[in-house]
């Protein structure tokens, strides 16, 4: 309306637009959750509840941010792909991760009581912070979900024996610490970087480990070992989303991003656990790494 | 646990650190909220009860991150400030601004029910998006606060006239617009523009104008007026706190910034309305602005 | 050797490092050439020896600095490019473009003499200002490359016209520049637009614009056609640095480093004068653009 | 002239202005020149021609670009203040840094044979690399300064002493190394410690530590005890220059910095030795520090 005076001060916020042409990998993380899920007495060492509302938050991200082409969520983290042609907000970095951190926090605390009925929230609330890294190649970022998904697995090869060694086999938290340190990390190592120097992902081999304690790893629901991660199948948008798979990827006008808000949010997103390290997981959908961002190829 | 062939995808994560001795501000705006506050029959030209829960939330944020030390609130936008010394997150941006954001968002959410109790929230759900803006000086952070503060004045002016047209006068949206740009937008301009210069913020000046509308711009509530800001008044923290005014600031320990945030917690944090343009304000509140960051001096 | 309390200040320069795996192209060019050719009567409108010196303090740079791939000049300016995999200075901006920049503008005035006998270099100097950008993939720095020349095609293309104009014409400079407003401007979009559309480069194309002004724009230099870029060619090196082909590329020691800068400074510098816009400069040169940075095939 | 389908790289520069109402210190550093000075045989501890080249080369920058304020330089290094309103290249860090370092080199290398007649510069040639820092308060950049000026201290209190015992002592290296730690650097330690923690910067007390290798410290040139500042004295500029102080500090026209340019270029350029670290110095010389960049008062 008016100039102030003071108005100077606003040439003091710094740019900062993401490098244009690199895929852009926002990850949020749950702050204090140990504490947290102490509080509301999470399952050890998974709570199916937990996790299935946090893939809730990422579904509704998803939904209402349509520029996300993948998602993908373990323990109290879930990292969002923006395609390498994502013009949201200019890139602004600050913009991004913020929008993003405080739409999955509103979903997180308005589905709280779905999956949590009988603990209702009290405060401290969960929070999460957030960050966004640019990958400049696909081999980039595949590493980066490659990176997580091993992750996922280390941590939960690790977690579920520690808690079985505490739950079925009477230790404390010490010495069942004690017993992995000697049974477990160091074959482990071995074994891990065997698989990860062959450039494979083998579950079954860590079978191998496990028998010392009468765990049938395998047996282990697939969201534990593989994470989750959400993604727009084809054939779950309308003919018009589906017809754009064949137009030239341009700068879309404010209209045409909110058509693509409201077609994202009837859409189906699927949530899987699929090992996403593997080529196959790719290969078969390609328009993820494709030139057409958020485009879905048309069924054969 | 064990480093894996994509461990190095890490170094792509470039460092953010906010520039040191300067005060930083971080400011979250509601995303969309022209429509949200249509979907919830936000009264016009305020809404008291959303503004009283967006100083809910602040007030949150404020116990939680006892590094700040005053938060300014206005229509659906916060600002909160820390002081030049704050270590908090390695003055990581992204962490500060995910961090505010995903707690502010947290209690918005959490809180909703208590203020409006009739209309439960539905998806999309409210979110905001935040910045971190670095201010060198005592006077470029005051003028930041005056920046907001103005711009609180003059939207506040405008919209209460503009809604008095409508609601009292019969107009509809097109012809009290039309009718503001000409009674009102032109000695309005020559009004502030004289009040700017001369460096007064003298709001009883602005009633000449209202004198049109028959609105005793006076009689309005102080909140709409002046927005509201938050801090922790001196007398309202435990004697240890107070004792630290006379030490040194230094580098806090974990256990110390546990302590400090459970004692920030206790506070009577204070929200007012009062203004902030004026010497006046920080001359009566000196730990604001000193070197002493969070600290409250002991009461005489 | 003893740390002071200023020591502290050190920590207020903020880190710098450019994102990794992305092409690094630094720039420079001259300051106020304009006024520094006219003071040195640089012939117009090119001026070779003033060309040839640019080439000569490039190719010092390049044999200074081995881990540049390709640099690129045309007029007072130059382009140096750095393979993705590039880990000089840990990929600092401003060490890297200061250290182009000082050896650039040392090599520049020490060799001035060898080309400008006549007229020796008085205050103020030459100088030159640079700048860092990072390119993603090879196609976007491609474009880059085929950015610079195009434009010193038609920077070229006009200067000469112009030139011809005043010195052949007998016209004054606003005369020049009126006419070719008229008679050069209006096709050259077209023709340029329809070349650029068809993805070619077709300099034979412009001579039809050069027939009204009687100049074979053809037997013009290739030189100030084309610009100037500077690589090192195969068979140039001594056989260690050939074998290194086979080699993975790693993490260099520093004598290594050391090592590589001395061979590349017996190295022949190629300096030539082709189209880099076309696919076949780079088919010819695929160590380029090949994983192995600064390596040199094997001749067959 | 014409746009083409290249251009578009050139978004990919990233905008780098530094943060505003800093003080900005570009820091430029010889490269190699431990190396570089055994080439040319500069004598130890302290080559006069070497220091007085370097001031040299720093004079012509501080005439060419009239935004600096002060300069300060030791050894192989220089340091160049822009006062904190400076809007030179809109702040660009990569701007200020290049430009800096290429008018320096350009000096450096034109002026060398005035100081170095015996020996004539051959490849490899000197450069320089450098970087920029903001530094929010007047204490920040004073500590700067001063920081600066104990490392000359220091380093020159060492070398003076390691050259002592090899050119009178008849030590080599190794045992000079050897006796400076047991006799110089434990006291050292003690009573610099000691200096710095009472604020004060006392070079009389370190005589102390020199009686035991017969050099009288205290007799040694300033400029190789103190490093070497530039700046412009009142009374050196024309009267024009000397109104501007009851002026407002203003943007300035292209036309008015020219001017500036060459208003500083007949400034007499003050080069002296003298103890920065006290607050003598800089009371002394208000429009340092002032909010009227590069001016200066009448002279009473």
Same mark, same amino acid.
């Given at each position: ?11 003091? !916020? ?20 140990? =504490? ?6 999470? !399952?050890?060492? *998974? ?25 993908y ?10 395609? =390498?042609?994502?013009?949201l ?5 600050? =913009?991004?991760?913020s ?12 589905l ?11 405060p ?15 081999? @980039? ?13 280390? @941590?939960n ?17 010490? !010495? ?9 990390l160091?074959?482990? @190592? ?14 079954d ?17 697939e ?14 948008? *309308? ?19 909110? *058509? ?19 080529? !196959? ?20």
């Amino acid at each position: 309306m008016i100039g102030s005076r003071f108005e100077y001060v606003k040439h003091f !916020e710094q740019p900062d637009s993401l490098l244009p042409n690199t895929w852009i990998v926002v990850r949020i993380d749950g702050r204090g959750f140990t =504490k947290f899920s102490t509080k509301y007495a999470f !399952e050890k060492p *998974n709570d199916k509840r937990a996790l299935e509302l946090m893939n809730a938050a990422a579904r509704a991200v998803m939904a209402e941010l349509p520029d996300i082409t993948i998602a993908y969520g373990v323990s109290d983290e879930y990292s969002f792909v923006f395609h =390498k042609t994502c013009a949201l907000f200019e890139r602004r970095s600050s =913009k991004l991760v913020s929008t993003i951190v405080s739409t999955f926090t509103a979903y997180y605390v308005h589905l709280w009581p779905t999956y949590f009925s009988e603990a209702p929230l009290s405060p401290p609330l969960p929070s999460f912070d957030g960050r966004a890294v640019c990958y400049p190649t696909v081999q @980039n970022l595949r590493d980066y979900m490659s990176w997580r998904q091993v992750d996922c697995h280390i @941590n939960n090869l690790y977690n579920t024996t520690f808690w079985a060694l505490i739950q079925l086999g009477g230790m404390d938290g010490t !010495e069942a610490e004690k017993t992995l340190k000697v049974n477990f990390l160091a074959p482990m @190592n071995k074994t891990m970087s065997l698989m990860l120097r062959k450039g494979t992902y083998a579950a079954d081999k860590n079978e191998i480990l496990f028998s010392k304690f009468s765990i049938n790893y395998n047996n282990e629901p697939e969201m534990y070992k593989k994470g989750s991660y959400e993604l727009v199948e084809p054939g779950t948008h *309308n003919a018009a989303l589906e017809a754009d798979i064949l137009a030239e990827p341009v700068q879309k006008s404010k209209t045409q991003a909110e *058509n693509d808000r409201k077609r994202r949010a009837k859409a189906r997103i699927v949530v899987e656990h699929l090992d996403i390290i593997k080529d !196959e997981f790719w290969d078969r959908r390609p328009w993820l790494l494709s030139n057409k961002p958020g485009k879905v190829p048309k069924e054969p």
